[in-house]
C-alpha cells in the first residue's frame, strides 16, 4: 500500500438548496461534496485528459462517510482529499471541515476502480500511477 498523496484543497460554500427541513446541510449532499472536489482535483492536474484520451473510466465500488457535525447556509467549507493506491483501486481519503472554526462536518473514503470500454477492470492508468 502507497503513503496517501498530497492533500488536495477545495472550497465551497452551503447553498440554501442543500438544506434539509432541519436547516441543516442533507446528508446526501455530503456525497456530492466529496465528488465536487474529487473532479476539482482531476482537473487541476490535467488527469480528466487522461480519462478521456484513453478509453478508460473511473467508477466508486464503495463509498463510506461518518457524519459529525451539521453545516449551514453559507457556511464555508474546505473538502481536504488524498488518494492511496492499493492496486487495482485508487482510494479517496477525504475531510469537509468548517473553515471558520476549523472543525470536522465529516470523513469520506470511497474507493474506486478503472474499467474499459467492455466494462472489464483494468490497470490504474500510468498517469495516475506517476501522481499517486
Do not use: C
Amino acid at each position: 500500500m502507497n503513503q496517501p498523496s498530497k492533500i488536495h484543497i477545495t472550497t465551497t460554500t452551503v447553498r440554501g438548496y442543500e438544506l434539509d427541513s432541519y436547516g441543516h446541510v442533507n446528508n446526501s449532499v455530503y456525497l456530492n461534496y466529496f465528488e465536487h472536489a474529487r473532479w476539482e482535483m482531476f482537473r487541476e492536474m490535467d488527469l480528466t485528459r487522461v480519462i478521456h484520451s484513453s478509453n478508460v473510466i473511473i467508477v466508486v465500488t464503495d463509498v463510506h462517510i461518518r457524519y459529525m457535525r451539521e453545516a449551514k447556509l453559507y457556511d464555508e467549507i474546505e473538502i481536504q482529499t488524498s488518494v492511496v493506491r492499493e492496486e487495482p483501486y485508487l482510494i479517496f481519503k477525504q475531510k469537509l471541515l468548517n473553515r471558520r472554526t476549523g472543525l470536522a462536518l465529516a470523513r469520506g473514503e470511497t474507493k474506486t476502480i478503472f474499467i474499459d470500454d467492455n466494462r472489464k477492470p483494468v490497470d490504474i492508468p500510468k498517469e495516475f500511477k506517476a501522481i499517486f
